[in-house]
Nanobody
């Protein structure tokens, strides 16, 4: 099993910044892709950003140039630096990881989410 714990959400004014963290733990051999998703009220969950173990990144168009995803492979941790935040960024942000366990099985795990509210 792989557990993900997010942190760093909160209330921020438009134009402000937040940094989200997500730490993975459990029977991990390696983690291929780590991602951040978000779900706003009344909307479907969407992929915000993803990063592979080699550092290749991908972003949804609406956050390009404002958000940066990074990871520390030694700590099995992924980060999301969010700058120039807008009210439309308000959502619950979820961490996702595709991990190879020590039992040689692939698991897709989700964190419980952290709320980001952008409001004046």
């Amino acid at each position: 099993q792989v557990q993900l714990v997010e942190s760093g959400g909160g209330l921020v004014q438009p134009g402000g910044s937040l940094r989200l963290s997500c730490a993975a733990s459990g029977s991990i051999f390696s983690i291929n892709v780590m991602s951040w998703y978000r779900q706003a009220p009344g909307k479907q969950r969407e992929l915000v950003a993803a990063i592979t173990s080699s550092g290749t990144t991908n972003y949804v168009d609406s956050v390009k140039g404002r958000f940066t995803i990074s990871r520390d492979n030694a700590k099995n941790t992924v980060y999301l630096q969010m700058n120039s935040l807008k009210p439309d960024d308000t959502a619950v942000y979820y961490c996702n990881a595709a991990a190879l366990t020590t039992a040689w099985t692939t698991v897709y795990s989700w964190g419980k989410g952290t709320l980001v509210t952008v409001s004046s």
